[in-house]
């Protein structure tokens, strides 16, 4: 009984660590999450200057985010969209947000996550004060299906 017990508390942690694998497996897969990056900017080593990566849904990405904000079109004017994740492509998260996430401003309501080949010229090109909820009000009344719908933190809201 006692060596079942102990087979049994070793396998735990295996079998969680597997169990979160799939979950992300099956929610990149089910949600159809995916990254995109700029044609010139493929990965944060091959980027010319300042290139970025978003992380979303990808039907999110298509209507919300391409032609419809001002840093997105920025910093991604020719998008294509990669399954790979954002840090697989060398791109790192923003740390020093306002909004304690990857992404700089609040307005998208959790759906993305935005990554940095270089979060120091982020900031220098970006300043926080354009980030200011001042703008989000418009952005979400112009797209008000983009911020009322959606899959914060990989939980599907109906």
Not at 32 to 49: I, Y
Not at 57 to 80: A, I, Q, S, Y
Not at 124 to 136: A, E, G, K, L
Request: hydrophobic share 40%; charged share 10%.
């Amino acid at each position: 009984m006692l060596a079942s017990m102990l087979r049994l508390v070793t396998l735990i942690p295996a079998v969680i660590g597997v169990a979160g694998q799939y979950r992300s497996f099956l929610r990149n897969s089910v949600v159809g999450n995916s990254t995109v990056v700029d044609a010139s900017c493929l990965t944060a080593a091959g980027c010319p200057g300042l290139g970025g990566c978003y992380w979303a849904n990808t039907e999110f990405l298509k209507t919300c985010m391409v032609g419809k904000t001002f840093v997105f079109d920025d910093l991604v004017p020719h998008p294509v969209f990669r399954e790979e994740s954002c840090e697989s492509l060398g791109f790192k998260p923003l740390t020093q947000t306002s909004t304690g996430t990857s992404i700089p401003d609040p307005c998208y309501g959790g759906w993305v996550s935005f990554y940095s080949n270089d979060e120091a010229l982020f900031w220098n090109m970006y300043p926080r004060s354009m980030f200011s909820s001042t703008w989000c009000p418009e952005w979400q009344t112009a797209y008000s299906s983009c911020f009322l719908s959606g899959f914060p933190n990989g939980t599907v809201v109906v």
